[in-house]
């Protein structure tokens, strides 16, 4: 089994100032990990994933991750905030059910908020 | 090329109805899944479809059931609608069963009176 815990329900930053988002993570199996963004009324916008290799993940909008197994954690960061960063984050987890299927174990988010 | 496309947008119900949700997947992908996200239980896997076969089943009763088409696109329904079943559904599709992505669409907005 799966599970995901986002630390921080709610996270504030002023604009240019680092974003870190926590997110900690319980697997079986060596895990896939994902992160991915949710603006108001819309759908979710992959971000970046971890799937096998390098641990230190870029994706877009300068965003970047790191997978570290010791800590079972894959925290989001970015250097500098913008004011459109401001949105909520899901982290995710993949599960295995069965051959082939797919199963995205969630968080239960992180609303960014990031202040003039 | 366009994304998943998910509709309606937007839809009331009466408790006691029965609703079906449609989803496109992206041309040439053959997985459909679908979740239920609510801002008490956040994002929850509802099913997963692969070449009309679902593949994989969430927690939820038997009154969320879905199926998917041999063009790939999957419908969702739920009957006899309870006032908790106000959620924002949304659809992610993937290529094949191998693939690691998924990419959502906007989800339908389904509101129980």
């Known amino acids: 089994a799966q599970s995901v815990t986002q630390l921080g329900s709610h996270v504030s930053v002023s604009e240019g100032a680092l974003v870190l988002l926590r997110c900690n993570y319980s697997s079986s199996v060596p895990p896939y990990l994902f992160w991915y963004v949710q603006y108001p009324n819309q759908g979710l916008q992959l971000l970046l994933k971890y799937t096998t290799g390098a641990t230190l993940v870029k994706g877009i909008n300068g965003f970047e991750a790191e997978f570290k197994k010791s800590e079972t954690s894959f925290h989001l960061t970015k250097p500098s905030a913008h004011m459109s960063d401001a949105a909520e984050y899901f982290c995710a987890v993949r599960g295995r059910s069965g051959a082939g299927s797919y199963q995205l174990t969630f968080g239960k988010g992180t609303k960014l908020s990031v202040i003039p | 090329k366009a994304g998943v496309t998910q509709t309606p947008r937007y839809l009331i119900k009466t408790r006691g109805q029965q609703v079906t949700l449609s989803c496109s997947p992206i041309?040439?992908?053959?997985?459909v899944s679908w979740y239920q996200q609510t801002p008490g239980q956040g994002l929850q896997f509802l099913f997963e479809?692969?070449?009309?076969?679902?593949?994989n089943k969430g927690n939820f009763p038997g009154r969320f059931s879905g199926r998917q088409f041999s063009n790939s696109r999957s419908e969702m329904n739920v009957s006899t609608l309870e006032l908790g079943d106000s959620a924002l559904y949304l659809c992610a599709s993937r290529r094949t069963d191998r693939n690691t992505e998924a990419f959502f669409g906007q989800g339908t907005r389904l509101t129980v009176v």
């Open positions: 479809y692969f070449s009309e076969t679902q593949r």
């Open positions: 041309s040439g992908h053959r997985s």
